[in-house]
C-alpha cells in the first residue's frame, strides 16, 4: 500500500508540472488584433471601429479595462474617446461604446454614431487584463460626397 501512495504522489507532481507548464505557455502576452492598417467610413455612418482580443473565448470584464484614443493628422495629442474599467464606463465623445457582452468575448471594438470628416485620424485601442496591457493602432479615413463628386479628407478642421 506504501508503494501505491509513493506512486500516487509521483503521478500528481508530474500532472501538476503539466498543468503549470502549460499554463506558462498559454497566457505569455496579451494582443490585440485590428482590422488592418486603415479603415475607410463614410461620412455621418454610424461605425465600428475594429479590436479583438485573439483567444479569449470569456474574458472577466471586472478585472479588465479598454481604452479608446484619437490622434488627429494635424496634432500629436491624443485625445480620449471612451474608457471602460470594470463597472466604469465613460465617453468622452457622444454616443461612443463598447459592448460588454461582446468585449466578454474578446471583442472590444469601438461604435461611434454619425463619424463626421473632423473625426479622421489614428484610433488607438489599449486593452489591460491585469497585470498585462497590449494597444493596436487604425488609421480611419473618413469618405463623404460633396456637390455630387467624391471627397475623401484626413485633415481636421
Avoid at 463598447?98 to 466578454?104: G, K, N, T
Avoid at 474578446?106 to 486593452?127: F, I, K, T, W
Wanted: hydrophobic residues 45%.
Amino acid at each position: 500500500m506504501a508503494g501505491r501512495s509513493a506512486a500516487s504522489a509521483s503521478w500528481d507532481f508530474w500532472l501538476l508540472l503539466l498543468v503549470l507548464g502549460r499554463r506558462l505557455t498559454t497566457a505569455d502576452f496579451l494582443e490585440v488584433e485590428m482590422a488592418g492598417r486603415t479603415q475607410i467610413v463614410s461620412l455621418n455612418d454610424n461605425v465600428t471601429i475594429f479590436c479583438k482580443i485573439p483567444g479569449s473565448p470569456h474574458l472577466n470584464i471586472k478585472i479588465m479595462g479598454i481604452t479608446w484614443f484619437r490622434k488627429s493628422q494635424m496634432s500629436e495629442k491624443e485625445v480620449k474617446l471612451f474608457e471602460f474599467f470594470g463597472d466604469h464606463q465613460v465617453a468622452f465623445r457622444p454616443g461612443a461604446i463598447v459592448s460588454p457582452w461582446r468585449l466578454e468575448k474578446g471583442d472590444a471594438s469601438l461604435q461611434l454614431p454619425e463619424v463626421q470628416v473632423g473625426e479622421a485620424g489614428e484610433y488607438r485601442c489599449e486593452v489591460v487584463v491585469t497585470p498585462q496591457k497590449a494597444q493596436g493602432r487604425v488609421w480611419i479615413e473618413v469618405v463623404g460626397t460633396w456637390s455630387g463628386a467624391s471627397l475623401c479628407r484626413r485633415d481636421v478642421y
